[in-house]
């Protein structure tokens, strides 16, 4: 059955309007109204397995605080203009998936989509589990933020592709990247301090534009399958000769800069 089924011509008035769901079962949801959208939606319950079965947007926050919400095989869309906090599971089928932001706390998984899955405003925290389900994350604004994308088993890769288009700074603790990591926009990308924040791209470093690196105090030793720039700069790891740069493939300049320490 459905928990809430907005029929074709309804009308969601106001910008506040809130839905929290503690359905002790699998249930339906279709939100899609004629006229206006959702504000905040909560699930509540551990045995609330809702389904989505229409596109879903909601101008404010959604919260799965227990149960779980799946896009459906039919791979509806989902876009959340404020914040997603995950203590359940989300899962994102190959929806295209739009977020403000993602908090997935101890305990909770997102089950990414195969697709693209862009931060609009914020940042990612994980201290759970993403399953990248070889899809890709992209940063798209301009906000300087850290990336905490490593969750509570370091063993997992939690990204396959990542794209950072920001005019910001972006900040990143250690972690993998299951294949390419693409740089654009003017901003820098670089580890938020001299050590303990490694990362490896097992495939392609890619820059074409801003600056990838922190710099000749960087201590790190940094790993890339390739690295290709067409634009912007990367700067090496130094730090006094302990920061190395390891490619196991090519590394191609064919219109960045490239910075030694």
Do not use: W
Not at 87 to 100: D, F, R, V
Not at 236 to 251: E, P, R
């Amino acid at each position: 059955g459905f928990a809430i089924n907005f029929f074709d011509g309804s009308i969601i008035t106001g910008t506040d309007t809130v839905i929290t769901l503690t359905t002790q079962a699998a249930t339906n949801v279709d939100v899609l109204a004629g006229t206006g959208s959702l504000r905040n939606l909560t699930i509540n319950h551990a045995s609330c397995a809702v389904t989505l079965y229409s596109t879903c947007t909601l101008t404010g926050d959604l919260t799965i605080t227990a149960g779980s919400l799946d896009t459906r095989a039919a791979n509806h869309p989902l876009t959340v203009t404020g914040d997603v906090s995950v203590t359940g599971t989300l899962t994102g089928n190959a929806s295209a998936i739009e977020l403000g932001s993602l908090t997935i706390a101890s305990g909770g998984t997102y089950n990414a989509t195969s697709g693209t899955t862009t931060i609009s405003t914020g940042t990612i925290d994980n201290d759970g589990t993403l399953t990248h389900n070889n899809g890709t994350i992209k940063i798209d604004h301009d906000t300087g933020i850290t990336l905490d994308l490593t969750g509570s088993d370091s063993s997992v890769i939690p990204v396959y592709n990542l794209i950072v288009d920001s005019d910001g700074t972006v900040g990143y603790g250690a972690c993998t990247i299951g294949n390419n990591l693409t740089k654009k926009g003017s901003g820098r990308m670089r580890p938020t301090g001299d050590s303990g924040r490694a990362i490896e791209i097992i495939g392609t470093l890619l820059i074409e534009a801003g600056t990838f690196g922190r710099g000749g105090s960087d201590t790190h030793t940094n790993t890339f399958g390739d690295v290709v720039l067409t634009g912007g700069t990367i700067d090496l790891t130094g730090g006094g000769g302990s920061g190395k740069t390891i490619v196991k493939g090519a590394f191609r300049n064919v219109g960045g800069t490239v910075n030694t320490p």
